[in-house]
């Protein structure tokens, strides 16, 4: 399991490598478009592990947590990067607001997927990836509690 799970949280890196040789670029807006698509809620095997999956990892063995934390921890670095590039230039905002964005992403494609209501689910999509992207968000200093 501990396998798959980190294999499947690999898909950002994967998708900046292959932009990096000359793939589609990965841009923090890309990322919440795709993240936030019908597709990835409508296919919860393919996608995300830690949307799908957070209990049982929750409750899975040290070996399989530590490999998803580091995970985990990658993928928020590569947000606060994503967002270092285009507005922060503090770092500690920079991965404050990669942390609202990772827990954003996870916690709205797990609210969206529950709700029976296509057009609510939609509506959450559309409205968390709204929130995300608004340049105010982006631009404002948030500070770490860490």
Same mark, same amino acid.
């Not at 709700?115 to 509506?123: C, F, I, K, N, Q």
């Given at each position: 399991?501990? =396998? ?57 063995? #040290? ?13 928020? =670095? ?10 922060? #230039? ?6 404050? #607001? ?19 209501? =296509?057009?609510?689910?939609? =509506? ?8 995300? #992207? ?13």
């Amino acid at each position: 399991m501990a =396998e798959a799970v980190v294999s499947a949280l690999e898909v950002w890196k994967r998708q900046v490598d292959a932009a990096a040789s000359g793939g589609p670029p990965v841009t923090y807006e890309s990322l919440v478009d795709d993240y936030l698509s019908q597709a990835h809620r409508n296919h919860p095997g393919t996608g995300c592990p830690v949307s799908a999956l957070a209990g049982d990892i929750a409750r899975s063995d #040290k070996r399989t947590r530590a490999l998803v934390t580091r995970q985990i921890r990658d993928n928020i =670095e590569l947000v606060a990067t994503l967002i270092r590039d285009t507005n922060a #230039k503090d770092r500690s905002a920079a991965r404050s #607001k990669a942390m609202l964005t990772y827990c954003g992403l996870v916690g709205a494609i797990g609210v969206a997927r529950a709700v029976s209501d =296509e057009r609510l689910s939609s =509506e959450i999509l559309k409205t968390v990836a709204q929130f995300l #992207k608004d340049p105010l968000l982006k631009a404002a200093s948030v500070t770490s509690p860490c």
